[in-house]
């Protein structure tokens, strides 16, 4: 069975920096996309990032790119998204995603991904 569990997540303060983690069990992801995703209260689940199997390419959503930074270990079958220069607005859970039914491509913006975490909440304070 497939698990995906973020860690990483808690209450910084606006400007500062975060890295979250995201340990796959249960089957290795090295050759598929994976991603983040943010859902803030009352809003809709949004796209933040995503890497390429093998690293191969990242994409990453206006608003968080210059600021962050997503990679990979497939050694470790983990993901990871570092972020710096954090803003109140992005308060959110943070949700890792796996697995793309078509592999890469524009789709990987959207939440179209077979396997979810449980998300890890940020909290920026002003």
């Known amino acids: 069975q497939v698990h995906l569990v973020e860690s990483g997540g808690g209450l910084v303060q606006a400007g500062g920096s975060l890295r979250l983690s995201c340990a796959a069990s249960?089957?290795?992801?090295?050759?598929?996309?994976m991603g983040w995703f943010r859902q803030a209260p009352g809003k809709e689940r949004e796209f933040v990032a995503a890497i390429a199997g093998r690293s191969v390419n990242t994409v990453y959503a206006d608003s968080v790119k210059g600021r962050s930074t997503i990679s990979r270990d497939d050694a470790k079958n983990t993901v990871y998204l570092h972020m710096n220069s954090l803003k109140p607005e992005e308060t959110a859970v943070y949700y890792c995603a796996a697995e793309t039914p078509r592999g890469w491509g524009p789709w990987v913006h959207t939440p179209a991904h077979n396997y979810w975490g449980q998300g890890t909440q940020v909290t920026v304070t002003s």
């Open positions: 249960g089957r290795s992801f090295s050759t598929n996309a």
